[in-house]
């Protein structure tokens, strides 16, 4: 399978645990995307990879969030502290770089967190 | 800013029916790019059809096109002679230059084929 690969595909934890979620992009890809989304709403932009160097994050994304491409290929994205609002799907997608013609996103199949 | 805005929380087809899906944007970059995701219950997030903002023919996937009308500033997406499977929630999506070609999301469209 060579599509966008994400793990662990569920995730349930108590308030204040730690989390880390996994996301491996399509091996020739240099873009790689975390968005998180909560149910009924489409989802919302958190940061982004361009290789290794992390080049944007969102202003709405809490210090307690961390990401991570260390050799450029898979990503890690951390949560630190959780709290309940933070339950949702976060999604994964990687891309080429767009100076290279269509950027199309493609995206992983997810992992959905619960915070109780 | 830029936003897109899907007007049709949710929709009811009969099987075999085309259905045309809303989507209107707004945005100042002249050169931007527009999408369609399909996401069924399982919750991965499928590519549908990409269309760009200089591209002279509306594009065209199998059953999906996308009638793009740049003065309007829409793009529906249009599904020919859907199919069961067709049952999802179908969310547009734009990205611009000046958004560092983050992609920015509507609300979504249900879409439930009846049999």
């Known amino acids: 399978d060579t599509g966008v690969s994400q793990d662990p595909r569920h995730k349930i934890t108590k308030r204040g645990q730690n989390v880390t979620f996994r996301c491996d992009p399509i091996?020739?890809?240099?873009?790689l995307y975390w968005y998180r989304q909560t149910l009924g709403q489409g989802p919302e932009f958190l940061t982004y990879?361009?290789?290794?160097?992390?080049?944007?994050k969102s202003r709405l994304l809490s210090d307690r969030f961390s990401a991570e491409r260390p050799k450029g290929s898979f990503s890690t994205l951390e949560i630190q502290r959780t709290e309940q609002g933070d339950s949702a799907m976060y999604l994964c997608?990687?891309?080429?770089?767009?100076?290279?013609?269509?950027?199309?996103?493609?995206f992983g199949p997810g992992t959905r967190l619960l915070v109780l | 800013a830029q936003k897109i805005t899907q007007t049709q929380p949710g929709m009811f087809v009969q099987e075999k029916e085309a259905v045309t899906l809303d989507c209107t944007y707004d945005?100042?970059?002249?050169?931007?790019?527009l999408f369609w995701y399909k996401q069924p219950s399982s919750g991965e997030m499928i590519f549908l059809i990409y269309?760009?903002?200089?591209d002279q023919q509306n594009a065209t996937e199998g059953r999906y096109s996308l009638n793009f009308q740049k003065a309007r500033k829409s793009a529906n997406l249009v599904i020919s002679a859907s199919q069961l499977g067709d049952s999802a929630m179908y969310f547009c999506?734009?990205?611009?230059?000046?958004?560092?070609?983050?992609?920015?999301w509507g609300a979504g469209t249900k879409l439930i084929i009846k049999p």
């Open positions: 945005t100042s970059d002249p050169s931007y790019g």
């Open positions: 999506a734009m990205r611009g230059m000046d958004s560092n070609y983050q992609l920015i």
């Open positions: 997608a990687s891309s080429l770089d767009p100076g290279q013609g269509r950027e199309t996103q493609y």
């Open positions: 091996s020739e890809h240099n873009r």
């Open positions: 269309q760009g903002s200089y």
């Open positions: 990879f361009q290789n290794e160097a992390q080049l944007e």
